[in-house]
C-alpha cells in the first residue's frame, strides 16, 4: 500500500568540478575582524570540495553563539537552531537521511554548557556527524561572560573578582561518553586543521574536533602560549598514532609514563627514544592519558586523540527497520482491523 | 436453586483493588467481551499515583469503570451500580461513589485485621453493619482461586494472582457473557503453561462459583444496543493517536518520525509507534524533552512527517524548539497527552490545563496550530487532521489529548484506508524561481529538502526576510512577519467545513466543550433536552484558530456555557475574542466529568436570570 514515492530523485552535483568558491555565500560574514572564526570557515572551505560529496548533500546545523553563525557562510543546507540543541536537531536530520553528511557547528557555552546533555548523548550514540566545537573560552555573542572552559580566576563581565568554577575538559567528558572520534586543533594552525577536519569526515560516526579559537575582542590571548611562534613548540605536543610522543623545538623532549602510568616530561636523549610513550588512537587508556595534560605543567596535546569504529546510530537504525520490513509485513489497515468484530 | 434472569438496559460496574491485583486487566477483558456482545460502551481506567504502592494501602488502590447498555452511551457512568472490591483499601475508596442500593462484590477473604487497620478502618465493614444500604456479596475470591489451581502447585504468589480472573468469571455469569474472548486471550498471553491454565481455571471457577452458590439469585441481561452495521473494534485514545499517525504517514507517502521522551501517559505513543518499524517508522527516544522536538524539526526539515509526543511539563520544556519550528515554517505535530499540573502535578490524573501553555507559551509573538481530540476513537482523525495542516500549511500544530482520553476505551467503527482523503505533499524540486520563504494559496512555504541540486539555503530562529529568508532586523519586515504568521492561521479557519451543532440550532443555551468532555456534555444536554429546553452543543476541535462561523453560531443562543476540565481557559479566549458572555462551569478534580454534574450546570444557568 506505501506505493506512493513522493521524495524527489536527485540528480547529483559532480562534486569532482567543485571548488572552494562554490561553497561561498553572498552573505557578508559578521565576525569581528581579526575573530579565529575566518580562518576555521577558510579551512573548512577549503576542505569541503576535496571529500567527493555533492555541495547539495551537506547540511551545518548550529545552535547559537559567535560560531553558530557558521552555516549563513556555508553555500550549503543549513539550520542555525537554538541555543545548545545542535546535536538534537542534526540528529533527526542524519537520522531520516543518512545519505546527508551532517556537520555540526557549536562553542564551548553552546556545547557544553546549556547544550551539554545533547553534546554527552549524541557522543554516545555515535550519530555519523561531525560535531565542531570552536572552544574561546569565552562567552562572545553575550559580550563576555567567563565560560564551562574558561580557567578559574578568570575576569570576566560576570565575574569581576574572578571565577570560582573549575573548567570542564571536552576531550575528556568525550572519552566519557564514549565517542569514537575525538581530536583537538587550533584556529590558526590552517593544515594540521585541514587534516584533522578531512579525517573526521572520512569517520563513520559522531567526529569530535576541539578547535581552539582566539576571541580577539573578549578574551585575546587565551591560546597564546600555544600559538605565538617562540613558545609554542614548548607547549604544544602533535600526537600521531604509532609515534612516540615528542616536541620541542627540535623535538628534544617527550611524554614517558612512569610505573603508574603518570605521564611526565623527559629529555629523550638521556631517558632514550624508545622507552616514550608510544601513541595509539585505538587506545582508550592512552586517549585518558593524554587528554589530562595540561598546560603549563605539560604541553598541550593536539591531533586525533582517538579513533575507532563501532556502528553508528543510523545505521544501526535503518538497519533495524530493514530487518522489520522482512519480517511482519503488516498494513496500516491490518493494524486497524487487529481485534476486529462485525456488526450486522 | 432455579436462578431468574432478570433484563436491564444500562450498567456500570467498577472493578477496584491493589495495582498488582490485574483491575485494569480485568476492566479491559470484560470490555471486549462486553463489546463483542454487542453494547454500546464508555471505559474509565482510574490508575494509581505509585506503580506497585505497599499492597493494602490506600495510595495502591487501582480502578477501572465501564458502563455499558443496550442503548447509546456517552460516558463511562457517574454512580457505578456494581463495587467489584478486591480489599478494603478498594472499599474505602470507592464506597462513596456505588449508587445507594447497589452491589457490592467483596473478596472477604482480603478483610483481615492488617488490611482492615491499614484502610483505616476501625472494625470490619463486611461485619460492622455499615453497609445496609447495599446489597453486599461476601465472596471468598483469594480462597476460592487457590482452590481451583490447587492441583498445578503453583507457589503461593502465582496462585493468589489467579484471582482477578476468578472475579471476572463471576462477573462475566452475573451479565451473561460468553467467556471465549478471555480465553483465547489468556492461552496467546501466558506463555507459560501452568500459569495459563491457572488462569483459566480460575475464570471457569469464578464463573460457576456465580451460577451455583446461593450467593446470587438472579443474574442480567443487557440486550444489544443498536449499533451501525459495520466492522469495529476496541481503541484507546492513545491506540488511535498511534495508528492516525501511521495512517497520515500512508495518505501522504510521507516516512514517520516521532522524537520522543519518556512521560506519563504519552509514553504508549512511543511504545506503540517504536513496535512499527516495518512500516519504516523511525521512533528515536530523546535524552530530554527539548532534544525530542529539536530531532522532530531536523528530520522535517529533511522530509519526514515529524511528531513528538508529551505530556505538560515536557510542553514547557518544548517551548523554545517549538518557537523554532514555527519560525522555519517546518511541519511537525506535537502531542500533549495532559495531565494534571501544575508542575508534576498528578501524572496519572487528567486534565485540560495545557490550553493557554499551548496557545501562549513561547516567547514572542508566536502563534501555533491548536487542535483537540473529543474521544478515544476520535484522536484517529485527529491525528491525520493535524499532520494535513502541518504538512499542506508548513507549520507546527499542537494536537491535545488527555489522560483520560489517551486510557479509556471505546468501541469504534474501522476505517477504510482506501477511502480516506490523500494528504497531498509535493516537496520544491526547481531551482529557477526558489525562494525559501516565498509562499503559495496557504501562505505555505516551499519545502526544500537537503539533498536537492541548486536549493542550498539556510533558515534559523533570527527574523527572516519575507520571500529570501536571509536574516533582516529590518522595522518592517518584522512587522511583515508577525503578522503573517497570524494570517497563516487564518487559512486553516478559511478552510473549516461548517461547525457541528448537536442538538438544538438555535435556543436557550449553547454548551461549548473542547476535548475530552465531549461525553459528559453530550450526555447531560441530551438530558436537558428531554424536559424541552432548546440547547446546542458545540465540541470545538480546533481551538487555534477559532471556526469562522463560531461568533453567528454564539449569537444564535441566549446563553453560552463552557465546561472544562480547568479553571476556565477556553472561556477566557472566547470571551476576549468575541466579547461573549460566556459563563464558564470549571472541574479540577483529575477527573472527567460526570453527567450529573453537566446536567446541574445547564439548569443551573438556565434557571438563573
Ligand atoms: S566576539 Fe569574539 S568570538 Fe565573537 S566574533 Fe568577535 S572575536 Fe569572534
Known sequence: MRALNIYPQFQHTDPSTQTRKDFVTDQDVRWCPGCGDYSILAQVQRVMPTLGIPRENYVFVSGIGCSSRFPYYMETFGIHSIHGRAPAVATGVKAMRPDLSVWVVTGDGDALSIGGNHFMHVLRRNVDLKLLMFNNQIYGLTKGQYSPTSPVGKKAKSTPMGSIDYPIDPISVALGANGTFIARSFDVHASHLQNILKRAAEHKGTAFVEIYQNCNIFNDGAFSLLTEKETKSDHVIEIEHGKPLRFGKNLEKGIALDASLTPKVVDVASYGEDKLFVYDETSEIAALIVSRLHAPEFPVPIGVFRAVSRPSYDALLVDQIDRAKKGKRETVQELLDDGQWTVK | ?609
Not at chain 2, 467467556?179 to 495459563?196: G, M, N, R
Not at chain 2, 462551569?585 to 445547564?602: D, L
Open chain 2, 1 to 609: 436453586m432455579q436462578k431468574v434472569v432478570e433484563t436491564v438496559s444500562t450498567v456500570a460496574i467498577r472493578f477496584a483493588g491493589d495495582s498488582g491485583d490485574g483491575m485494569q486487566v480485568t476492566g479491559s477483558q470484560f470490555t471486549d467481551t462486553t463489546a463483542l456482545a454487542g453494547n454500546d460502551l464508555a471505559t474509565f481506567p482510574d490508575f494509581p499515583a505509585e506503580i506497585r504502592a505497599p499492597a493494602g494501602s490506600l495510595a495502591g488502590v487501582s480502578g477501572f469503570q465501564i458502563k455499558f447498555s443496550s442503548e447509546a452511551v456517552f460516558t463511562p457512568g457517574d454512580a457505578p451500580d456494581v463495587l467489584v472490591a478486591m480489599n478494603p483499601a478498594a472499599l474505602k475508596v470507592n464506597l462513596k461513589d456505588l449508587k445507594p442500593g447497589g452491589m457490592l462484590i467483596a473478596n472477604s477473604e482480603a478483610f483481615t485485621k492488617k488490611n482492615i487497620d491499614y484502610a483505616g478502618y476501625a472494625t470490619n465493614p463486611l461485619e460492622d453493619g455499615s453497609l445496609t444500604g447495599f446489597k453486599v456479596f461476601k465472596a471468598d475470591i483469594t480462597g476460592m482461586t487457590l482452590k481451583a489451581v490447587e492441583e498445578l502447585k503453583l507457589n503461593n504468589r502465582h496462585a493468589v494472582r489467579c484471582k482477578n480472573f476468578f472475579a471476572l468469571g463471576i462477573v462475566y455469569w452475573l451479565y451473561g457473557r460468553e467467556a471465549s474472548h478471555t480465553v483465547e486471550w489468556i492461552k496467546s498471553k501466558f506463555k507459560d503453561p501452568q500459569l495459563c491454565e491457572a488462569n483459566l481455571r480460575a475464570l471457569k471457577a469464578g464463573y460457576h462459583f456465580g451460577e451455583t452458590a446461593e450467593l446470587f439469585d438472579r443474574s442480567y441481561e443487557v440486550k444489544q444496543a443498536k449499533i451501525a452495521p459495520g466492522r469495529y473494534r476496541n481503541i484507546s485514545g492513545n491506540e488511535a493517536l498511534s495508528l492516525g499517525f501511521l495512517a497520515a504517514a500512508e495518505l501522504s507517502g510521507l516516512e514517520l518520525f516521532l522524537g520522543s521522551y519518556p512521560i506519563t501517559p504519552a509514553s504508549d505513543i512511543l511504545h506503540e509507534l517504536a513496535s512499527h518499524k516495518q512500516l519504516g517508522v523511525r521512533t528515536f527516544q530523546a535524552e530530554d524533552e527539548i532534544a525530542a522536538v529539536c530531532s522532530a524539526i531536523g528530520a522535517a526539515y529533511s522530509g519526514a512527517l515529524a511528531l513528538t509526543t508529551t505530556s505538560g511539563p515536557g510542553l514547557a520544556l518544548k517551548s523554545e524548539g517549538i518557537g523554532l519550528a514555527l519560525m522555519l515554517e517546518l511541519p511537525l505535530v506535537i502531542v500533549d497527552v495532559q495531565r494534571a499540573g501544575p508542575s508534576t502535578g498528578m501524572p496519572t490524573k487528567t486534565e485540560q490545563a495545557d490550553l493557554l501553555q499551548a496557545m501562549y507559551g513561547r516567547n514572542g509573538e508566536a502563534p501555533v496550530a491548536v487542535i483537540a481530540a473529543k474521544s478515544p476513537g476520535d484522536c484517529f482523525y485527529t491525528a491525520i487532521e493535524a499532520c494535513r495542516i502541518a504538512v499542506t500549511h508548513m507549520m507546527p500544530v499542537i494536537l491535545l489529548s488527555d489522560g483520560f482520553i489517551a486510557n479509556s476505551a471505546e468501541p469504534w467503527r474501522i476505517p477504510e484506508m482506501a477511502s480516506l482523503p490523500k494528504i497531498p505533499v509535493k516537496f520544491w524540486t526547481e531551482k529557477e524561481g526558489f525562494q525559501p520563504y516565498a509562499r503559495d494559496e496557504n501562505l505555505a512555504r516551499p519545502w526544500a529538502l537537503p539533498g536537492s541540486p541548486g536549493l542550498e539555503h539556510r533558515i534559523g530562529g533570527i527574523e527572516k526576510e519575507h520571500l529570501t529568508g536571509n536574516i533582516s532586523y529590518d522595522a518592517a519586515n518584522h512587522e511583515l512577519m508577525s503578522k503573517l504568521r497570524y494570517e497563516r492561521l487564518q487559512k486553516i479557519a478559511d478552510a473549516l467545513p461548517p461547525t457541528e451543532i448537536e442538538g438544538d440550532q438555535a435556543g436557550d443555551l449553547l454548551v461549548i466543550g473542547w476535548g475530552d468532555t465531549y461525553g459528559p456534555i453530550q450526555a447531560g444536554v441530551e438530558a436537558v433536552r428531554k424536559s424541552g429546553s432548546k440547547i446546542g452543543h458545540v465540541q470545538l476541535r480546533w481551538l487555534n484558530p477559532f471556526p469562522n462561523d463560531l461568533e453567528a453560531i454564539m449569537k444564535r443562543y441566549k446563553r453560552v456555557l463552557v465546561p472544562e476540565i480547568n479553571l476556565g481557559q477556553l472561556v477566557k479566549l472566547l470571551r476576549a475574542k468575541y466579547l461573549v458572555d460566556a459563563k464558564s462551569f470549571p472541574k479540577i478534580q483529575g477527573q472527567p466529568f460526570k453527567e450529573s454534574e453537566i446536567v446541574f450546570a445547564i439548569k443551573q444557568i438556565l434557571e438563573a436570570n
